[in-house]
């Protein structure tokens, strides 16, 4: 779900992208063979920057939960050509 005020669309698909290219697999998850979906939910101010990270639905585990919120973060600042902050859900996915 993406909420946009600006005149261009907000790729949720490449920041998907940018996200689980900065995701690290836990090594205790690895070792234990913990796997789950962590949606998480990210505001994007309009210059870009991450303001807001936070989970909307737990992948059962809190290591998860915390790398997928970590993945979020790393991505650093995202193009957001909206005009304004955008909210975009995600699902990151850990699995062995």
Known sequence: NVSDTGSAPFDTN?????????????YMALKRH????????TTISASGAIT???????????VLDEAAVAAAYAVGSYPN???GPV?????????Q
């Open 34 to 41: 913990l796997e789950g979906t962590t949606k998480i939910t």
């Open 14 to 26: 490449w920041f998907w992208a940018a996200v689980n290219a900065n995701k690290e697999y836990p």
């Open 52 to 62: 807001n990270v936070s989970v909307s639905s737990s992948s059962g585990y809190s």
């Open 81 to 83: 050509p909206t005009g």
């Open 87 to 95: 909210t975009v859900d995600t699902n990151v996915q850990f699995n």
